[in-house]
Structure formats: structure tokens, C-alpha cells
């Protein structure tokens, strides 16, 4: 049943995206399997359907992947007699994607390793539209060790259709924890760096997800060359496009914003604009400072605008009601002045969240130019 569900997975994404206006040879296949769902139920209708699509068009494979499907449904384990069926198709319609995927899953099933990865390599280089029905596929391919170390392989030449199909693996925990991280860990090839980012990104917010956050964060800091001696991430802005969910997060309101601009004098700043009409997070990074007396230091001016009084920064543990320390803006100058945020760090608290601030205030727009920061150990 596993491959008759993967075939019905294609038809369906075909039925929404494909118009029947079109009459490619192609696109009459996808036509033909998709009409093909709603009179599945009727018995014999497949193959009687399946029959006169292969007398009336000699480029037609709707009608072979039809009988293989009806065969199926009537003895599940027929994959013998299926096979030539599906083979027939390929080779009358070499970019019909339902019954290369039928292969390769049969191919897989079959030990026959090389040929279902050359067919899963074939078919997500046309498109990303079957990553749903190529999944089971590689469920099969991870099942046995040389499929795994076929599908490995092929992960590891950084592929056109990897970061997709990394992407939706994760999410699907098609493939285990310590092979996603083995393949996350190696560096890529320049071309590739962005994709890999997304990819550890992707990773990454999962275990968010599944409320692993030691390990997401452990990950995030090799990932992002952030260690012991250097706990916070990109503390003078260079990242345009930070690391998330550990990353700088900024808000992005119409009044309350957080904005990486180019310094005058070189390099990058972080301007926090606040309104004053309401309590914002401005800017927040999640930290992993390990116990003991920190100082977060913190080079600032003033924007300009109104005093900031309702501008303000903590550190607090992972979801704490109480703040370690904190530390207000209001002392800034139109020249670079220094803050420090002076915290102690408890036992188990092995996440923290720093976070600008602002409150509600009477006195108006504020702004705040944060030039640097630095986590240092006192």
C-alpha cells in the first residue's frame, strides 16, 4: 500500500496545480491520473481507463501507472507484475514524475540501492514538487546501512535539491538526529554556504520546537563559532541576516523598531527607536552565560530625539520572572558612552535572554544607537 499511497500523493498536488487547458502529452498524463482519483472507487474503472489511454495516445503513461495502481489495490504485494508497468511509463514519458518515484521506492525495496538514489536524484532535479511522496522513499533508503550510506554520500555532494529536501526530512524526522547533525557539521563548499545556513537554521528551530533548547543552542553556537570565551553572538552587527531563532531578533513595528544601519565612522550599529506609547522588546539575543559574575558592556549614544527614559536593558534567565540585572539607557550621550549590565548567573540557569527594552513614557519618540556589546566574565 505504501507505494499506491505514494502515487495518489502525486496526483493529488497535480489535480490542484495543473489546468486542464493544457494538452501536452505531459500534462494529458497528469490530467488523465487525476480524474482517475475520483472514479477510483468504481470497480474495473482504473484499468478500463488505463486501456483506452494506451490505445489512443502511443505517448500516453497515465494508463500504465493506473493498472499498476488498481493492481495493487487488489493484491498488495504484486510488485512484480507492477514493475514493467511502471517501467513502461518512464520510458514512454521520461519526465513523468509518479512512476519514477513508484521505482524508486520499488528499487529501494529491492536493495538495489544506486539505481533508486539515480531515480530520487532524477526526479527532485526537475522539481521540488514530489518531496512529499519521495520522503517514504527515504525512509526505505535509511533502512538498511547501504542505503544509508548511498543517500549519505549523496547528501554530502551538496546536491541541487538538498537544502529542500534536508528541510523537509527534518520536519518529517524522516532521517535520525545524529545523521542530520553529521551532515549540518561539515563545512560546505562556497556556493553552498547560504543553503547550509538555512539548513542549521531549520535544524535548529526544530529542536526549538521539540523544547530541546540546550541542544539548539549548543548546535547554534558551534554553528556560529560562539563559544565560552566569546558568549555573545555578533555583538558590533555584521550578520545582515542573523542567525535565528538565537540570533538578534529585532523588532519591526511602524513606531517601535530595531534597525541594523551603517555607522558613520565605519562598520554597523543597531538603532532602537521606541515610541514611548507602549511597552516594546526592541532588540533580544538568547544567551548560554555558564554560572558565576557577568558584565554585559555595552557601547551606546543617544539617537537624538526625546531623553530615553522608557529605554532599558536585562538579562534574565529562560522563562524567569525576574531579572538577574538590568540596566538603563538614559545615560547615553551623542558620544559613544559605555553601560554595563552587571549579573549573576545561577546554577541551572543554563540559558539567558538579554533584551533592550522600552516602556511606556510620557516624553515621547527615543532613540538609542548600540555601537557594540561584549559578555565579559568579572
Known amino acids: 500500500m505504501l507505494f499506491a499511497a505514494i502515487a495518489l500523493v502525486l496526483?493529488?498536488?497535480?489535480?490542484?496545480?495543473?489546468?486542464?487547458?493544457?494538452?501536452?502529452?505531459?500534462?494529458?498524463?497528469k490530467i488523465a491520473m487525476a480524474l482517475a482519483i475520483?472514479?477510483?472507487?468504481?470497480?474495473?474503472?482504473?484499468?478500463?481507463?488505463?486501456?483506452?489511454?494506451?490505445?489512443?495516445?502511443?505517448?500516453?503513461?497515465a494508463g500504465f501507472v493506473m493498472a499498476g495502481i488498481d493492481r495493487l489495490r487488489?493484491?498488495?504485494q504484486a510488485f512484480d507484475a507492477v514493475r514493467p508497468l511502471m517501467a513502461e511509463a518512464v520510458r514512454r514519458q521520461q519526465n513523468f514524475e509518479t512512476a519514477q518515484v513508484w521505482l524508486a521506492a520499488d528499487h529501494a525495496r529491492r536493495g538495489e540501492y544506486d539505481r533508486s538514489l539515480a531515480l530520487f536524484d532524477r526526479v527532485l532535479s526537475q522539481?521540488?514538487?514530489?518531496?512529499?511522496?519521495?520522503?517514504?522513499?527515504?525512509?526505505?533508503?535509511?533502512?538498511?546501512?547501504?542505503?544509508?550510506?548511498?543517500?549519505?554520500?549523496?547528501?554530502?555532494?551538496?546536491?541541487?535539491?538538498?537544502?529542500?529536501?534536508?528541510?523537509?526530512a527534518i520536519e518529517t524526522e524522516a532521517l535520525p538526529r545524529p545523521v542530520v547533525?553529521?551532515?549540518?557539521?561539515?563545512?560546505?563548499?562556497?556556493?553552498?554556504?547560504a543553503a547550509l545556513d538555512q539548513e542549521r537554521q531549520a535544524y535548529v528551530k526544530w529542536l526549538v520546537a521539540q523544547k530541546d533548547l540546550s541542544a539548539a543552542h549548543a548546535l547554534f553556537r558551534s554553528y556560529t563559532a560562539t563559544g565560552a570565551t566569546n558568549p555573545l553572538y555578533d555583538g558590533n552587527f555584521r550578520q545582515a541576516r542573523p542567525f535565528t531563532p538565537f540570533g538578534w531578533t529585532a523588532a519591526n513595528q511602524s513606531e517601535d523598531y530595531a534597525e541594523r544601519v551603517a555607522a558613520p565612522e565605519g562598520g554597523w550599529?543597531?538603532?532602537?527607536?521606541?515610541?514611548g506609547k507602549m511597552p516594546v522588546v526592541l532588540l533580544e539575543?538568547?544567551?548560554?552565560?555558564?554560572?558565576?559574575?557577568?558584565?554585559?558592556?555595552?557601547s551606546a549614544r543617544d539617537g537624538g530625539l526625546s531623553r530615553p527614559e522608557g529605554q532599558t536593558v536585562e538579562l534574565r534567565c529562560t522563562g524567569a520572572a525576574a531579572p538577574l540585572g538590568t540596566a538603563a539607557l538614559t545615560a547615553t550621550r551623542s558620544a559613544a558612552t559605555r553601560l554595563d549590565l552587571a549579573a549573576e548567573v545561577p546554577a541551572g540557569c543554563a540559558l539567558q535572554r538579554l533584551a533592550f527594552l522600552s516602556a511606556s513614557v510620557d516624553t515621547g519618540a527615543s532613540?538609542?544607537?548600540i555601537l557594540s556589546l561584549k559578555a565579559v566574565r568579572r
Do not use: C, F
Not at 17 to 28: D, I, K, Q, V
Not at 285 to 298: E, K, N, Y
Open 11 to 29: 496526483l493529488a498536488v497535480t489535480l490542484k496545480r495543473e489546468p486542464l487547458a493544457m494538452r501536452s502529452p505531459a500534462s494529458r498524463t
Open 38 to 61: 475520483v472514479r477510483a472507487d468504481q470497480p474495473g474503472e482504473l484499468v478500463r481507463q488505463a486501456q483506452a489511454l494506451a490505445l489512443t495516445d502511443p505517448l500516453q503513461s
Open 74 to 76: 487488489r493484491e498488495p
Open 127 to 168: 522539481s521540488n514538487d514530489q518531496l512529499d511522496a519521495l520522503i517514504p522513499v527515504l525512509t526505505l533508503l535509511m533502512g538498511r546501512e547501504q542505503g544509508r550510506g548511498a543517500i549519505i554520500a549523496r547528501l554530502e555532494a551538496y546536491p541541487s535539491w538538498r537544502k529542500a529536501l534536508l528541510a523537509r
Open 181 to 193: 547533525e553529521q551532515l549540518l557539521a561539515k563545512p560546505a563548499p562556497a556556493a553552498y554556504q
Open 269 to 275: 550599529l543597531m538603532r532602537l527607536h521606541a515610541s
Open 285 to 298: 539575543q538568547t544567551m548560554a552565560l555558564s554560572p558565576g559574575s557577568w558584565v554585559i558592556s555595552i
Open 367 to 369: 532613540e538609542v544607537e
